[in-house]
């Protein structure tokens, strides 16, 4: 398996690139599973749901599946700090990349989506696990890098990248455990 994380600030563009790779790397051939940091008290379950009146009557986990899907609920009775690498586990074995939004402080190698418009400063010059930067003002950069700059816009570029250097993406499940 394959992990890279996308790391930059809010409104950066990472959920809209992520959404574009997702089909450029079906399109060769390889099975993506994404991994997605929230905040908080999100939800995926609606009132009156049958799901959700189970983890409202006290269930710790409730699995729904059909011959289409399966999605997994697990309430935590506190507070749960769980790291990326908890969430990588959890995935299915026959997956060929992860793809990894938000957990911009992780140890995963990561690309940084910068958009000189946001007004954000750039990541890249003090965090050693952004191998690269995608964005759509590579001339506005803040500081030159020898790391490779990427086109936001071009998401089959970057893909074709990926695919090109994935070797330096391998994920060793025990280093973590």
């Given at each position: 398996m394959k992990v890279v994380g996308f790391a930059g600030y809010s409104g950066s563009g990472k959920t809209t690139l992520v959404e574009a790779l997702i089909p450029q790397l079906k399109l060769r051939g390889l099975r993506v599973s994404v991994v997605k940091h929230a905040h908080h008290n999100f939800d995926i379950d609606h009132a009156g749901?049958?799901?959700?009146?189970?983890?409202?009557?006290?269930?710790?986990?409730?699995?729904?599946?059909?011959?289409?899907?399966?999605?997994?609920?697990?309430e935590f009775e506190q507070p749960a700090l769980l790291s990326v690498h908890h969430l990588i586990a959890e995935l299915y074995d026959g997956v060929d990349w992860v793809l990894v939004e938000g957990f911009k402080s992780s140890d995963?190698?990561?690309?940084?989506?910068w958009r000189a418009s946001s007004g954000q400063p750039v990541r890249y010059m003090d965090d050693d696990f952004i191998v690269a930067i995608a964005t759509d003002s590579p001339t506005q950069l803040p500081e030159a890098t020898l790391r490779p700059v990427l086109d936001l816009n071009n998401p089959d570029a970057l893909a074709g990248w990926l695919v090109e250097n994935q070797d330096r993406f391998d994920y060793r499940q025990e280093l973590y455990a």
């Open positions: 749901k049958d799901t959700r009146r189970h983890r409202e009557a006290g269930a710790f986990e409730v699995v729904v599946a059909s011959d289409q899907r399966l999605a997994l609920v697990r995963l190698l990561k690309i940084e989506v």
